[in-house]
């Protein structure tokens, strides 16, 4: 059994959903909550957060078909959206943009944290994205979904560990794994537009 395409599903949905980014911020939206209410925070946001993700892993692919959408043509206009969030992640913008919006919450457990922050755009299109490899093979659509959930699984531990997590790392340890993890989405991303450049015949095989 060739376990490379999972590994690289989880790779991918761990890079966008970057639960080690998360974490501080899951901390300072929960700052003074007790640990009942924090976790109750955390399995809300997780739970819709796959809820969402289920949502266009299943559907997507047919909201693009409705629409006219070849899946080359999103996987590439995803590979790009995908390459600018790794730009983000390279160069702090992407934690600035979390922050703010963190900033905003009242009840974060919905927004920010189960969207935009765990189910955002990239995610909701490398869900899309992964789903559309194998169009109609329900195996490996149910893997992608089984990865997903994994995912989720480890975000949720690293929100319950936020904490010391945050003090482990701190900012400076923080910052690397962001940049070490926006270099490989970049890589990634450069991959989801090679295959569908080449899905229309404009790159080699």
């Not at 299943?58 to 043509?73: C, K, R, T, W």
């Not at 996987?75 to 992640?89: N, P, Q």
């Not at 765990?118 to 559309?132: C, D, K, V």
């Not at 979904?145 to 929100?159: D, E, I």
């Amino acid at each position: 059994m060739d376990l490379a395409p999972y590994v690289t599903a989880f790779v991918t949905l761990f890079v966008i959903v970057d639960p080690v980014g998360l974490a501080p911020l899951f901390v300072a939206l929960t700052q003074g909550a007790d640990a009942r209410h924090r976790r109750g925070i955390a399995i809300r946001s997780i739970l819709i957060g796959a809820a969402l993700l289920t949502l266009f892993g299943l559907l997507g692919e047919a909201v693009l078909g409705f629409v006219g959408i070849s899946m080359p043509a999103f996987r590439i206009a995803g590979g790009i959206l995908l390459f600018l969030t790794a730009l983000d992640m390279l160069f702090e913008r992407r934690t600035k943009r979390r922050e703010d919006q963190a900033a905003q919450a009242d009840d974060p457990s919905v927004f920010p944290l189960a969207t935009p922050l765990i189910a955002g755009p990239g995610a909701l299109a490398t869900m899309i994205l992964l789903t559309g490899q194998a169009p109609g093979d329900w195996g490996w659509i149910a893997a992608v979904h089984g990865v997903m959930l994994a995912v989720m699984a480890v975000t949720f531990l690293f929100f319950l560990a936020a904490g010391i997590i945050e003090r482990a790392l701190g900012p400076t340890g923080i910052n690397v794994v962001t940049r070490l993890l926006g270099m490989l989405l970049a890589a990634l991303s450069v991959q989801f537009v090679l295959d569908g450049l080449r899905a229309f015949g404009l790159a080699p095989a």
